[in-house]
């Protein structure tokens, strides 16, 4: 004789995860959740007040007609017209552009074959560590002074003085419209070269030795190594290097303010000194904001972008 078992009615089965829930919810009540996040509350509205305010009032403000002294004036896309409509913006882009472009081909590759060149020198690899890193301790400011002494138009210039030793007269680093943003590119190369040097050198030192050791086992070459070990174990880095160091030289500011700024004719004008002049020599900080808001959703779109295609490239 057989017996057949019949199945168990669906509402038992429903039932099952409201009362897992239940238990979970009691489980964590009994474990003084709300007590914390009640203490932790205070501190979140702080954060969110002083980290997500600022942003929540640029946004009002690029709608609105405002110099922050008298009342705001709404003007809805008045200002986002006003600045898409200004004939310095499309100059503005350009050089910016032509900032980022110079940049990467110049400023990127070089802190990656000194991490490479530290990491391969076995000995005495923190004196190089320590030389490399040294730009950045001194102060932006400080320099882009010192730097603006060696771009001198006359021929006391310390960079005229070395060209001088060649027979080749005085050149007019920032003054030229032509050598004025590969001037600036050059500084702030040298200047902020080292932070990538160092992160570069933490993800090598995460590269197992195995794969060296075995390399050379193999008769392989340092140049071998460098290319089918040392920048392949360093690719998710490099990715992440090159989205911030674009994302910042879209923001270039300093250099070309206190080098130029923004002449000679416009030639070293950015978006970002666009948006100090809306705001400090204008006072027009509803245009301001608007751009800044403009700027904030490419940059955004460009990352939400970027880590895409990035994320798909290391899918295939």
Not at 51 to 71: C, D, H, Q, Y
Not at 115 to 122: D, K, M, P, T
Not at 187 to 202: D, K, M, P, Q, R
Not at 212 to 221: H, I, K, P, Q, T
């Amino acid at each position: 004789m057989t017996t057949t078992s019949s199945p168990a009615p669906a509402t038992a089965r429903a039932a099952t995860p409201p009362v897992r829930r239940r238990a979970s919810f009691s489980r964590w009540r009994s474990r003084g959740g709300p007590a914390a996040v009640v203490l932790a509350l205070p501190a979140f509205l702080v954060f969110l007040y002083f980290a997500w305010g600022p942003i929540v009032r640029a946004v009002v403000m690029s709608f609105e007609k405002t110099n922050l002294v008298g009342p705001s004036i709404w003007v809805g896309l008045g200002n986002f017209t006003y600045v898409l409509a200004d004939p310095l913006l499309p100059r503005a882009i350009v050089n910016t552009l032509w900032y980022a472009f110079l940049a990467f081909v110049f400023g990127f590759p070089l802190p990656i074959l000194l991490a490479v060149f530290i990491a391969e020198v076995r000995k005495r690899s923190w004196v190089f560590s320590a030389l490399a890193y040294l730009p950045v301790v001194v102060p932006p400011v400080v320099s882009i002074l010192l730097w603006k002494t060696f771009y001198d138009p006359g021929s006391s210039g310390t960079f005229n003085t070395v060209l001088g030793w060649f027979g080749v007269g005085p050149w007019p680093w920032l003054n030229s419209v032509h050598s004025a943003v590969p001037s600036i590119v050059l500084e702030t190369t040298w200047a902020s070269a080292g932070t990538a040097v160092i992160i570069y050198l933490a993800a090598l030192a995460g590269v197992r030795t195995e794969l060296y050791e075995a390399a050379e086992l193999d008769g392989s070459g340092i140049w071998s190594r460098i290319w089918h070990i040392t920048l392949p174990q360093m690719r998710g880095v490099i990715l992440i290097m090159l989205l911030l160091q674009i994302i910042g030289t879209m923001q270039i500011f300093t250099e070309p303010y206190i080098f130029t700024g923004g002449g000679p004719q416009n030639s070293t004008l950015t978006v970002l000194l666009m948006i100090y002049d809306y705001a400090f020599v204008n006072s027009d900080y509803g245009a301001a904001t608007a751009l800044s808001v403009l700027l904030a959703v490419v940059l955004a779109l460009f990352s939400f972008a970027y880590q895409w295609l990035t994320r798909k490239w290391g899918t295939d």
